[in-house]
């Protein structure tokens, strides 16, 4: 099934054409399987059921204020960031541009549009609207872009792939791949992939990959992730297009144990699990399922990071201990240890041992109840050093900005500038300070 067929058909010719929100609740945004990248899976329900259940996102408690919401402005970055991107390449090629509005990703008028757009063989397609009702999953891609225009953009993106291959769908003979633009610099594996840290990026991107292929009649062996600058080792590069970031279509996920279209399939089985089972689920005074334990390992949690943090305090949440990860939390969990105020909780329970283990039980027992409010009494390590006072000492603190404020003026090439903004120096004399 190719070409416009495959936009409403699975492979065995069946009708899938959802309507109305009954017919789309199986079917998931490549950017909805984020939290299961991320292994926070609490942020999920919470962002479904959590108002139901009195939670409160970051961004409606008293106090909030817009000025310092880092992630809120991260977001407005990427979308200039991604003008910024269309802008200077419609100084070389004509772009077309599908989606104007979040709606669109579901409009099937969008979706036909994107193919013809690509029957056409336009140069550049910004914001089309893809679907795989295999799979049902949409989203809407931020660059398709035709093979030999990627060729000139980025000689390295084909790694020795043909730039010209059979596509049966489409008359001119070119096919496109994925090219998604993203806000932030890559770091580029000895391989030109991205590690595990960025496993949400390569999932939406193969997501997109497989849509794109079941239209055109040819699934290409990657896509891509073009950032503001790149690292490769010991390599920088602050231009765009010097390197894309390749995400292979067999990838494989070392961290999962398993292919990146595997670790795609259980994230979207995840999220349908989630809305058709979810709202029967509680999170206290017990996770109702295993899903809803907080990681406090993972940050990226806005707008819910108050509510997970209140729901971990209550829990008395492992992952809230210093080097406890998820997975050494599963290997308590399974020996009946949930919280780190149980008596059982040690350092061996939570598999760490030498210094990394003493460190751990030393956490646990001072904040246990009745325990000492700061640990050692004395302080005798390197007491050489610091027990008699020089007769002056300075001490000097900076606080600095990255270069995220960036009025993408230079683009292609990396803008902004990382400043120091405010400098602290005192001076201890005469055991005065």
Known sequence: MIGRAAITQRDD??????????????????????????DDLLVDWLSE???????????????????FDLSRFLMEQGRRFEQAVLVDLQQRWPVTRIATRPDEARS???????????K????????????????????????????DVLGELCPDAF?????????????HGRHYRIVDIKFSTLHLLKDGGLGADSLSVMSQAWVYNEALGRIQGFTPPAAYVAGRAWKQGGARGDRCWEKLARVPREAFVRSRDEDLGAVVGRAIAWVRRLRTEGAEWRVLPIPSVPELWPNMKAS?????????????????????????????????????????????????????????????????????????????????????????PPPAEAFVDFEFVHDMD???STFPRKGGQALIFQIGSGTYRDRSW
């Open 13 to 38: 010719g069946a009708l899938v054409d959802p309507r109305t929100d009954a017919d789309w609740l199986g079917w998931v945004a490549a950017g909805a399987i984020r939290n299961w990248c991320h």
């Open 49 to 67: 059921y959590g108002e139901q259940h009195g939670f409160r996102r970051d961004d409606h408690l008293p106090g909030y204020n817009r000025v």
């Open 108 to 118: 099937l008028a969008a979706a036909e549009a994107t193919w013809d757009a690509m």
């Open 120 to 147: 056409n063989g336009a140069p550049l397609i910004a914001s089309g609207v893809l679907r795989d009702p295999e799979r049902r999953t949409f989203g809407v891609a931020d660059l398709l872009v035709r093979s």
């Open 159 to 171: 790694l020795g792939d043909q730039l010209e291959l059979p596509v049966a769908a489409m008359r």
């Open 300 to 388: 990226s949690d806005f707008p819910w990071h108050s509510a997970k943090a209140e729901i971990a305090t209550k829990l008395a949440e492992l992952t809230i201990l210093p080097r406890v990860n998820i997975e050494l939390r599963a290997a308590a969990h399974a020996v009946g240890v949930t919280r780190w105020d149980d008596g059982r909780t040690s350092a061996t329970v939570l598999g760490l041992d030498g210094e990394h283990g003493r460190m751990l039980d030393a956490v646990i027992a001072v904040n246990r109840d009745g325990g000492e409010v700061l640990r050692p009494d004395r302080v005798s390590a390197d007491e050489e050093r610091w027990r008699v």
């Open 406 to 408: 960036d009025d993408f």
